[in-house]
């Protein structure tokens, strides 16, 4: 195993663990190839869910940008609930189990097709 596999079995723990699902593996790969190089560096890897600038940065980047969706509060509320399933007491919160949950949650697996 590589150290992407090595990562994506952490991602996947943490769905099962700390977020109470069961991660589908084959979307959760997808989505882990899609953050990048950002999975092995150890700040950009996370989502520091208190910071309004990184909150931003997920809605722009990922929700308007890679998933497609409009703007609005929707994607605000979609991120803040993200992020207190994952639990905001957790202090490293894995971008790609964010932008996985966030995937989940507007039924946008197809992008991954």
Known sequence: MGKRDDLIAVYADDLKN???MTADMDLLTKVTIGCGPAIY?????TVAGSQPAEIETVKK???MKKLGLSDGPQLDQAIASVIDTYGKSERTKYRAVIYYMLTKHFGKEAVYG
Do not use: E, I, M
């Open 18 to 20: 700390k977020c109470g």
């Open 41 to 45: 560096n150890r700040d950009a890897s």
């Open 61 to 63: 980047n990922f929700l």
